[in-house]
């Protein structure tokens, strides 16, 4: 069924009660979506609804559920699968920055929960009735740390797990991207960098820490998301002003792909 019989194009966004969701929430309600907001805040969410729907007359459904929780995911992806979605946001998530061998091992499940077991589940949740329809998006936020594995963390925080989950997301989002060519259906991985939120709060960090021309609003990061689908971006990274680069990286992806694809043992390995 869909939730939206007043025509009106219909966006799920989860993660909603703060920051970058509260952002694709109030950039969505704005261009005339109907929306359905997750989180696990449910009083943040109904203050957001009200003024989504004071400002923008348009339907906006609560829907709180700790997305680390299966039967909360459970719930979601009903719901999801119950709906005419044209738009899904996988926002939800948390950093988890610290040296791994100090990371409670409940903390670190609960973000791969968040990060690689919801985006699987819901995504596929959605895809049926857009690609029945021929038509519908989904954006799954990920990170520009999600390409940092090969730095180490002399300079940057100690995030294994974290990187680890954003580079799920980004293959991930890819290659169903690949597989849904002809559909109508577009799979987005939303990759920014600092972006003023509560997000480093929540990780323990000092916010003014990092130098205020590398820290982005939240609102150009769904801007510059949106823009992105309609030029058919598969990986937005907001500040990336040459996209050239990530060309070049994904072509040496490919030359190392290609130039492996054998039998022999390299001959450093040989005994």
């Known amino acids: 069924m869909s939730l939206n019989n007043n025509g009106r194009n219909l966006a799920l966004v989860t993660g909603a009660s703060s920051g970058l969701g509260a952002a694709f929430a109030e950039r969505l309600a704005k261009d005339g979506y109907d929306l359905i907001i997750v989180a696990r805040r449910r009083e943040r969410l109904e203050t957001l609804a009200q003024q989504l729907q004071a400002n923008h007359q348009v339907t906006v459904e609560v829907l709180d559920a700790d997305l680390s929780k299966l039967n909360d995911l459970?719930?979601?992806?009903?719901?999801?699968?119950?709906?005419?979605?044209?738009?899904?946001?996988?926002?939800?998530?948390?950093?988890?920055?610290?040296?791994?061998?100090?990371?409670?091992?409940?903390?670190?499940?609960?973000?791969?929960?968040?990060?690689?077991?919801?985006?699987?589940?819901?995504?596929?949740?959605?895809?049926?009735?857009?690609?029945?329809?021929?038509?519908?998006?989904?954006?799954?936020?990920?990170?520009?740390?999600?390409?940092?594995?090969?730095?180490?963390?002399?300079?940057?925080?100690?995030?294994?797990?974290?990187?680890?989950?954003?580079?799920?997301?980004?293959?991930?989002?890819?290659?169903?991207?690949?597989?849904?060519?002809?559909?109508?259906?577009?799979?987005?991985?939303?990759c920014p960098g600092v972006v003023r939120t509560e997000f480093h709060k929540r990780v323990g960090a000092d916010p003014n820490r990092f130098p205020p021309e590398i820290v982005m609003s939240p609102e150009d990061v769904v801007n510059s998301s949106l823009a992105a689908l309609k030029s058919g971006e598969v990986i937005c990274i907001p500040a990336l002003e040459d996209p050239n680069l990530l060309k070049q990286v994904q072509d040496g992806e490919r030359r190392l792909f290609e130039q492996?694809?054998?039998?022999?043992?390299?001959?450093?390995y040989e005994i």
Do not use: C
């Open 74 to 190: 459970y719930k979601v992806e009903k719901h999801i699968g119950d709906s005419a979605l044209e738009l899904l946001v996988n926002n939800a998530g948390f950093g988890g920055y610290k040296p791994f061998i100090e990371l409670d091992p409940d903390q670190a499940e609960e973000l791969v929960n968040l990060k690689v077991l919801a985006i699987t589940r819901l995504t596929r949740a959605a895809l049926p009735n857009m690609v029945e329809r021929g038509r519908g998006s989904i954006i799954n936020v990920s990170s520009r740390l999600a390409f940092s594995g090969s730095m180490g963390s002399s300079q940057l925080p100690k995030r294994a797990t974290y990187v680890g989950a954003n580079a799920f997301i980004n293959a991930f989002s890819q290659l169903v991207q690949s597989e849904l060519e002809g559909t109508g259906v577009q799979v987005q991985a939303l």
């Open 260 to 268: 492996t694809r054998s039998g022999t043992l390299a001959k450093r």
